[in-house]
């Protein structure tokens, strides 16, 4: 059922009414199946993660699950409505933000079972990870990507997605017509000597300062 919505979706909407240009999937073929994260900066809860769906699934032909591609949501998002409970089945990977819920700043311990279940998403398969953690323009991307990555020994794979906020009509409401949007894939980074040693935060702050000069979101 939800293969058929999303199918439903994204053709006519990806194709048909606007655009996506895709730059770099070639890499997505030459990737294992398991241990792969992919590092996007974030315009909307769920555009830029059905577009990636379609690019994997669609595009390339990808069969269902292997690789079994996820992606990463506030657990608040997912619980909003019975279309967002079938996203988080559709692939959901939850957790609770330590500084954002429903729209306000809080200051939390971090979510130690959500972070575990990002984990074993990226250990089992590919995930589409957000480490801004909002779509809020401008926010800059939290560091405790680095421990994730730290403890996956995965690859990292930066995503750049521009346009999609010009999709939605009413806060993250889809159906604006006739828009262009792009996908751009870059190569993994090089994280063979940041995992070669024992965690080291300034070495982990220089990565995600790297990740910040790809995906920073303009305010």
Known sequence: MILSFGMGFTIPYFRLFNKVEVEGDGLLETLPHKNVVFL??????????????????????????DPYLR?????ETMKKNLLTVLFKKAGGVTFRRSFREGGKEVNRPVDLEGVARLEEAIETGWLLHFPAGTTQPGAPLRKGIG???????????????????RLLLHKQLPGKLFRKCSIRIYRP???????ARPFDREAANEIVETLGALLGDPA
């Not at 980074?189 to 995992?195: E, R």
Request: aromatic share 18%; charged share 20%.
């Open 147 to 165: 421990q994730i990555l730290h403890r996956t020994r995965a690859i990292a794979v930066p995503v750049r997605v521009d346009g999609f906020r």
């Open 40 to 65: 996007a900066n974030h315009q909307s809860y769920f555009m830029e993660a059905i577009a990636f769906f379609d690019l994997v699934y669609l595009k390339h032909g990808f069969d269902l699950e």
């Open 189 to 195: 980074l090089d994280l063979q000597a940041f995992y």
């Open 71 to 75: 992606f990463s949501a506030a657990e």
